[in-house]
């Protein structure tokens, strides 16, 4: 995934920069940067890699070197940036989020024109190719516009111009958000993918940038290069999955909206007379927290916490990128409460099932120390495809899917055909699937929530939103 924030300003605002890339850290795992602007010292930047180390004690220095009244900065989980260009436009800095899925079409047709790129571990990095598809053209405004236009993934996109103005592009059906805020001391403006990131620091939320819109923003003012498009399919597992909890998208906040969900969730279970004699609901630490509280506030089960994460030393599960090493710190985090977990019946809510594994040895955990039943819940719909738009999901192949997994196991290559089936939890297929993995990691009932119900929980029309990794419809 990743995500980016910047100020334009009448003052220095490196700090604020700082602070606000900091905030994106749930975001991404692997690059980070800065890249400022200064009348005297002109064009700075530093890039590092965080996969062992949080952000904040890569750049704790660069509030002490880097000056300047213009900054952007991001977390990446790809790519090494933000990149300094100089072009035709003059330099300037760049930062992306997105994926290009035709990229090698973008490139052969770019270096047919003679543009050469640079190779960044056997590839070429996405956000020097978007420069160059920019550079392609005449003023950044057509550059962006040509940008959505041959991309076939999504690109957002936040520009430092070399007269310290940022230039800010939503993707073309805004599967991501863009927050433009105005500073309360009324000196200047910042740009943020997360909405509580800018109220931390003293700025007011004016507005989220439409589809394909294009701003340029000054510290008096923003003006509108490109008006949005009316089409949307802003990204459903903002609120699900990777979101902040105290952001708000689109008018809805991802802490109230996991309740809701948690809450449609515990309602269907009730309608359908399943798990319905429980001691306590639990979430899958962190994100699944809040189905869960959710969950349990409208089935009346109390909520509980049978284990608990150890993060001071090892905070992110999904560091370091050995898979083994993964595994291994993943159950070393796991501190059990018995007295929570001896003879009980327990109902864990999680914020999505895509491989399982984790899961799995986490409910094989549970075992261990006398659960009586557990029974999972995912927030999210079956996830049936790989995400095409945004990388947040480190599937290789469709085939690490679970979902897709039990499919061939049940029925072959035959039973791709009915995908949309398998979804379903009231067809005769849907049970089967959702029967083979309670047998596979030993749930004693699974059950995700529907297209329809995440729908409801965020509160935003079914059309709105993009749900391709569950429904595979674009």
């Known amino acids: 995934m990743g995500g980016f924030f910047g100020i334009t300003s009448h003052r220095d605002c490196i700090d604020d920069v700082f602070f606000g890339v900091d905030y994106h850290s749930h975001l991404g795992t692997k690059r980070a940067g800065m890249a400022a602007l200064d009348s005297e010292k002109g064009f700075q930047r530093e890039i590092h890699n965080i996969e ?37 436009f003059g330099t300037y800095a760049l930062t992306t989020i997105g994926r290009i899925n035709n ?31 920019i550079n392609h053209k005449g003023s950044f405004e057509e550059g962006i516009k040509y940008v959505h236009e041959i991309v076939d993934g999504s690109a957002s996109i936040l520009i430092l111009k070399s007269d310290g103005n940022l230039i800010a ?32 620091l003293g700025y007011e939320t004016q507005r989220e940038l439409g589809p394909a819109e294009i701003v340029e923003i000054s510290p008096d003012d923003v003006k509108v290069l490109s008006p949005a498009k009316k089409k949307k399919k802003i990204c459903s597992f903002l609120w699900t999955y990777y979101g902040f909890p105290n952001s708000t998208y689109e008018g809805v ?80 985090k796991q501190i059990p409460v018995h007295q929570l977990i001896k003879g009980k019946r327990l109902l864990f809510v999680d914020d999505s099932i895509v491989r399982g594994t984790q899961l799995g040895e986490t409910v094989s955990f549970l075992y261990e120390h006398g659960a009586k039943e557990v029974h999972m819940r995912s927030a999210c719909p079956p996830i049936m495809y790989n995400c095409k738009y945004l990388n947040f999901s480190s599937s290789k192949t469709e085939m690490e899917l679970i979902t897709r997994q ?8 035959k039973g791709l055909d009915y995908i949309s089936e398998y979804a379903d939890a009231t067809t005769p297929r849907g049970k ?43």
């Open 169 to 200: 592009a939503r993707d073309k059906l805004g599967r991501l958000p863009i927050v433009i805020s105005k500073s309360i001391d009324n000196d200047g403006y910042c740009v943020s993918f997360e909405s509580f990131a800018n109220e931390k």
């Open 406 to 413: 039990i499919i061939l196991q049940l029925e072959g290559e």
């Open 52 to 88: 062992n180390s949080p952000f904040r004690t890569k750049f704790d220095d660069v509030p002490g070197k880097m000056t300047g009244n213009a900054c952007i900065g991001c977390i990446s989980d790809s790519n090494p940036q933000p990149l300094l260009i100089r072009s035709h």
């Open 253 to 332: 906040n991802v802490e109230t909206m996991r309740y809701k969900n948690g809450e449609i969730m515990a309602e269907t279970d009730r309608k359908n007379g399943v798990a319905q004699e429980l001691d306590y609901v639990s979430g899958i630490p962190d994100s699944g927290t809040p189905h869960a509280i959710g969950y349990s506030n409208r089935s009346g089960v109390h909520f509980a916490r049978p284990f608990i994460k150890y993060t001071p030393t090892w905070p992110r599960s999904f560091t370091p990128s050995n898979q083994e090493q993964r595994k291994k710190i993943a159950k070393m």
């Open 103 to 133: 990229s090698d079409d973008i490139v052969k047709m770019l270096m047919d024109g003679g543009i050469h790129f640079t190779m960044n571990e056997n590839k070429i990095n996405d956000t020097e190719l978007i420069a160059a598809i």
């Open 432 to 474: 089967a699937m959702r029967k083979a993995i309670c047998d596979k990691f030993h749930f004693s009932s699974l059950e995700y929530q529907s297209l329809e119900g995440l729908a409801e929980s965020i509160g935003i029309d079914e059309c709105e939103l993009c749900t391709y990794c569950c429904s595979g419809k674009e």
